[in-house]
Each structure stands twice: as C-alpha cells, then as structure tokens.
C-alpha cells in the first residue's frame, strides 16, 4: 500500500519541481529585466577594454579546464576498474556537456547513460554515477566556496586548509575521495574565473575571493533548479543578488554577462577539443 502511494505522489512531486523550478527561471529573468532597464548602458560600455576581453579569455580557460576535471571525477565514480579507456569516457562526457544547455538540463545525464551502456557499462553503474555527481557537486561547490570565504579573512588559514585537504586526498586515494578531489578542484577553478573577471572591471579594493565565494553559490542555486539549461538566468539572478550593493550595477553586470560567456565559451573549447581529438566511433 505504501508503495502504491510513494508511486501516485512521483508524478504529482514531478510536476511540482517543474512548475517551481519555472517560476524560480521567471523571477529570475524578471529580476535581471529589470536591472537592465534602468542600466545607464554608457555604464557598461565604459568597462570594455582590453584587460577586460583578456580576462574573459583566461575565464574561458580555466572553465575548460574545470570540466576536464569533472570528467575525470565522474569516469572514476563510473568505471573504477579501467574496462574502458579513459579517452572514450572523455567523450562521452564531453558530448555531455555540449547537450546540457538543451531544455531541461537531462540529456547530459541521458546521453552518458545511452553511450557508457554501448561502452558495455553497467545502467545501475551510470545511474549511480550520476547520482554520486550530483552529490558531490552540491558538497563540492559549497566547499570550495567556505574556502574563498575562509581566504578573504585568513589567506594562510585557507591555504593550509588546501594544502591538509590535498594531502588527505593523496594519501587515501580510493576511488570515491579522488572523485571528490577532482570535483573540489574544478570548482576551485570555477571560482578563480570569477575572481579573474571581477579584477577586471571591479573597483579597487573589492574583495575578489568573497566574489568568487559568491558566484559558487550562484552556481549552485543554478545547478539546482531543474527546469534551467547549464541554470541560465538563475545563476545570473543569484548573482547580482548575492553581489549585494557594494559593487557597482553596471560592474556587476559587465561581470555577470562575462561570466556566462566564459562559461559557455569554456564549455564549447572543451567539448570541441576534446571531441575533435576522437571523433564519435
């Protein structure tokens, strides 16, 4: 009886996941309406310059790298025992990548569960590394935000908090905590873009590891709003949100449009590259 229960409620949570991730997606595009409406754009056109491109380039970068990263973590949450060469799961998480800004943001999940089945992976093995990502996104990027936190008041506290983290990673190198390791280091990479970007066109004396703080938890309310592809306009909602009133609206806007351009960008260098390297068998 119970479990006839849990099976009506499934579809009736569905939807209502989906009507409340839409609303969270509406607000969000609302709230950013908004701030460029009464945006002075003379504003914003004053913080294009060359250190500014420069720096959505070196953001591009590191947002390429950090999903080489997420790559390896997941390809050692999915097979651990090496069956399959790293180069074939590489792309089929890079072809992932490239389709998780379609509707919906499932089909990256999808398209890994279709390819590592042909790759003669286990469905139960994709299924639960899929949840494992999702967990380990959640605890990773909060982690790598309290760092950046941690940075902003105690710049040595923090980086002895790397340096024991990395060393506890190396020295019990199972297959679970190298995969939390990697996600840790990405998303450290995620938030170095930010702060790249916030040096940019921020004024002098802002703090860039509490930005960088920030947009991890930008990312995160992105990342858990189902209805939002790659957490579009959720994220940049998030952000100006959190950024809070000591920046500079057109500043935060100028870093806020930046970053989804780097992330994109980082995305599409990544998935290209890597899919230009071995093409689809």
């Excluded at 919906?104 to 299924?127: C, M, N, T």
């Excluded at 199972?174 to 280091?185: C, E, H, K, T, V």
Aim: charged fraction near 15%; avoid cysteine.
């Amino acid at each position: 009886m119970a479990d006839l229960a849990a099976g009506a409620w499934t579809p009736v949570l569905g939807r209502l996941a989906r009507w409340a991730g839409a609303a969270a997606l509406a607000a969000s595009l609302l709230f950013i309406g908004d701030r460029l409406w009464w945006l002075d754009w003379a504003t914003l056109r004053s913080h294009l310059s060359r250190d500014f491109v420069a720096a959505v380039a070196g953001a591009m970068l590191l947002f390429a790298l950090a999903d080489r990263l997420l790559a390896q973590a997941w390809s050692t949450t999915v097979d651990p025992d090496r069956t399959v060469p790293r180069r074939r799961l590489l792309g089929i998480y890079a072809r992932g990548v490239l389709l998780k800004y379609l509707p919906g943001s499932i089909f990256q999940y999808v398209s890994r569960q279709i390819e590592g089945a042909k790759r003669g992976l286990g469905q139960k093995r994709l299924a639960q590394s899929a949840g494992l990502e999702v967990g380990f996104h959640l605890v990773s990027s909060m982690a790598a935000a309290a760092v950046f936190f941690l940075f902003d008041r105690s710049p040595i506290a923090a980086l002895l908090v790397i340096a024991a983290t990395a060393a506890g990673l190396f020295a019990f190198r199972r297959p679970l905590i190298s995969a939390m390791g990697w996600q840790i280091a990405a998303f450290g990479l995620f938030g170095l873009a930010a702060a790249l970007v916030g040096g940019a066109v921020f004024p002098a004396g802002t703090s860039l590891p509490h930005f960088a703080a920030v947009f991890l938890l930008a990312w995160l309310a992105g990342f858990v709003v189902p209805v939002a592809p790659g957490g579009i306009g959720v994220r940049e909602a998030a952000l100006l949100a959190l950024a809070g009133g000591s920046i500079p609206t057109a500043a935060s806007l100028a870093a806020v449009l930046a970053l989804r351009v780097a992330s994109i960008g980082g995305d599409l260098m990544f998935g290209m590259i890597v899919l230009a390297r071995r093409p689809a068998e």
